[in-house]
C-alpha cells in the first residue's frame, strides 16, 4: 500500500491511544494490518516478557 486504507485510517489512531476497537471492513480491505501493526507497537512499548494479546474474530 502506497497509503493507508479507509480502515486503517480510522482504526490507527484509535488503537494506538490503547482503547478498544470494532470495525467492520470488506475482504481485501487492509483490516488485519489495520489491528496487527497497532499491536506490535504496543507490545514492544511494554517492558515485561509476558506481554499477551487476545484477538477476536468471527467466523462464518
Known amino acids: 500500500f502506497d497509503i493507508p486504507t479507509p480502515i486503517q485510517s ?13 470495525g467492520i471492513a470488506s475482504s481485501g480491505s487492509g483490516k488485519t494490518l489495520a489491528f496487527i501493526l497497532p ?5 514492544r512499548k511494554q517492558s515485561n516478557d509476558t506481554s ?3 484477538i477476536l474474530t468471527s467466523t462464518r
Open 52 to 54: 499477551i494479546a487476545i
Open 39 to 43: 499491536l506490535i507497537f504496543q507490545l
Open 10 to 22: 480510522i482504526a490507527w489512531p484509535i488503537l494506538s491511544q490503547n482503547r478498544d476497537l470494532v
